[in-house]
């Protein structure tokens, strides 16, 4: 199995969106999302939570933005309100998460990555 892991910046949502493409080690691409989690997180409580997600779970089939071929992508639809969650207090605005760069994709990949089975190393 191959996983490809692609994190591109959403003008719509205004937060980067992970997109996700597993290739079976018999050459198929996978785009049922059920199946991927399965395949990609041996978290029970991981998966539970993604297929909980209303309206057919949290992964979705979507041409990829840059490559124009069918992904899988993590909607976004509570990413900006996840990650202001977490900013440190007096470190947000309205709608604004003032924090740097490293620290935001940091968090970010921290939280949605293992729904796809992407970890970072502690050391971020």
Not at 4 to 18: D, F, G, I, N
Not at 90 to 118: F, H, N
């Amino acid at each position: 199995m191959r996983i490809e892991y692609h994190a591109v910046y959403s003008a719509t949502w205004r937060v980067p969106v992970l997109y996700v493409r597993v290739v079976a080690s018999d050459g198929e691409v996978v785009l049922d999302g059920e199946k991927v989690c399965d395949m990609v997180t041996d978290d029970a409580q991981v998966r539970q939570a993604m297929a909980a997600v209303p309206f057919g779970g949290a992964l979705g089939v979507v041409d990829h933005p840059e490559l124009g071929v069918p992904f899988l992508y993590l909607h976004p639809c509570h990413t900006a309100e996840l990650l202001r969650a977490i900013a440190p207090t007096g470190c947000r605005d309205t709608d604004v998460i003032r924090v740097g760069p490293d620290e935001y994709l940091a968090a970010w990949l921290s939280l949605s990555g293992p729904a796809v089975g992407l970890t970072l190393p502690i050391c971020y």
